[in-house]
Each structure stands twice: as structure tokens, then as C-alpha cells.
């Protein structure tokens, strides 16, 4: 079972990603945000910004509760990224080592459904609880109750922590960093720059941490008990 990556991995994946037919860039056709997407996610962004303040504070983990907030839930177009992820792992499943593939399989995953997810709590704020240009945090916590999802916001919880602690664990691998400094040259001339710079500036937010577990923890500890507390009509849903 190959679970780490062989200098001969890196120099292979490299080698196609520049010659093969399914390297070549494709760009989508605008497919720009809705007004209620964007301030959807500017709503959620403010309000992750603040349950995790003391994390964004932090000499340690601020780089990483920063990636999360401009590059996951920062109010802006990320399909094309999403795509690129998406035609690439196809791509990549041929020379990808084990423990690589399966945390990008997690990571996929784990889009999807927020996307998913997201998606059909917009739909319910603004067809049954009549939000339009402002949210309140007991609106927010009426579109989760009326989705009635539990079970997979657990789960949606629970792949964040797995993820993360998939690229933690990849931060240790020696040649993950170097591979990454390689691809840059290479993906940007391919037209591959959003892709290339997510995973350029998510490895080195990780990188920085030297030790992801605590924020992790917190992440998960906080974001299970607002679930909790938005199921139950909390006064304050937000409150950690």
C-alpha cells in the first residue's frame, strides 16, 4: 500500500501535467454570483469572522482561519476553481500516492456538499423565511430548522476535521512543498492559476501552523455547539 509519495510520484505527475492533452485549461463562461449569493456569503464570511476572532488574531493560526475565510466562504466566484479541482482529479487519480488522493477525495467532498448545502438554505431564507437584503441570526437559525438537515451538518462538521487533519498531515511530507513550487510555473502558463494558488496558499496556511490540532478542535468544538444552539432557538446562536 503506497502511502507516501516517491521522488519518481512527484517527477511523473509533473512531467504529464505539462504535456498531457487533459492539462490544457478550459475555461467556464461567466458564471457570476448572484446578488443574494454574494451577500450570502459576505453574511456567513462577517460571521465566521467573528465566532473565530481569537483564531484570526493569532500569530500561529491566523493564516489559516484567513485562507478559510478568503478562499471557502469569501463572497466570490469560485466555480471555476471548483471545476479545475474536479477535471484534475480525474486526471491525477493515475499518479497520486494513497494518503494524497484520498484527503483530495475528502476535500471534493466535503465542496460539494457545502455547496450543496449552502445552496438550499439560500433557497429556503429567501422563499420561506422572506429574507432580501438583510439576514438576522434568528432568521439564519429559522432556514436551518425548516432544511431539517442535522445529520449531514454533523457530518459536513465532521469532514472539515478530517480534512484538515489530511493536509496537516501532508505539511510533513518532504517533497509536498517542493512539488507545489515546481507545478507553479508550469499551472499558471496552463491557465490553471486559480487552482494553483489554492493549493499554494491553503499548504503554506497549514504549513504555518506546525500542528493543526488545536484549531481543528475549535473549529469543530464551536461549529457543532452554533448548530446545537441554532436548533434550538438560542438567544444568541453565535455565542462560543
Known amino acids: 500500500m503506497n502511502q507516501a509519495p516517491k521522488p519518481t510520484d512527484a517527477a511523473r505527475l509533473l512531467a504529464q501535467l505539462q504535456r498531457h492533452q487533459q492539462s490544457v485549461h478550459k475555461p ?14 459576505a453574511w456567513q464570511a462577517q460571521r465566521l469572522a467573528g465566532a473565530y476572532a481569537d483564531l484570526l488574531s493569532s500569530e500561529r493560526y491566523g493564516p489559516g482561519c484567513r485562507f478559510f475565510l478568503d478562499h471557502v466562504y469569501a463572497p466570490h466566484d469560485f466555480s471555476q476553481r471548483d471545476h479545475d479541482v474536479e477535471r484534475m482529479y480525474q486526471f491525477m487519480l493515475r499518479f497520486l500516492p494513497e494518503r494524497l488522493l484520498h484527503t483530495l477525495t475528502l476535500t471534493i467532498e466535503l465542496n460539494n456538499l457545502t455547496r450543496d448545502l449552502d445552496a438550499q438554505l439560500l433557497t429556503v431564507l429567501t422563499t420561506q423565511v422572506g429574507v432580501t437584503d438583510t439576514l438576522t441570526p434568528q432568521q439564519y437559525a429559522q432556514g436551518y430548522q425548516l432544511c431539517d438537515n442535522l445529520d449531514v451538518r454533523r457530518h459536513q462538521i465532521d469532514l472539515i476535521g478530517e480534512v484538515g487533519r489530511g493536509i496537516d498531515r501532508l505539511t510533513r511530507m518532504l517533497l509536498i512543498g517542493p512539488t507545489l513550487r515546481l507545478a507553479h510555473g508550469p499551472a499558471h502558463r496552463a491557465g490553471w492559476i486559480e487552482l494553483q494558488d489554492f493549493l499554494e496558499q491553503g499548504f503554506a496556511a497549514f504549513k504555518h501552523m506546525q500542528g493543526a490540532d488545536y484549531f481543528l478542535q475549535t473549529i469543530q468544538h464551536r461549529e457543532l455547539r452554533i448548530l446545537d444552539q441554532l436548533m434550538d432557538n438560542a438567544a444568541d446562536p453565535f455565542a462560543v
Do not use: T
Open 28 to 41: 467556464l463562461a461567466g458564471n457570476a454570483l448572484s446578488p443574494a449569493e454574494l451577500f450570502f456569503r
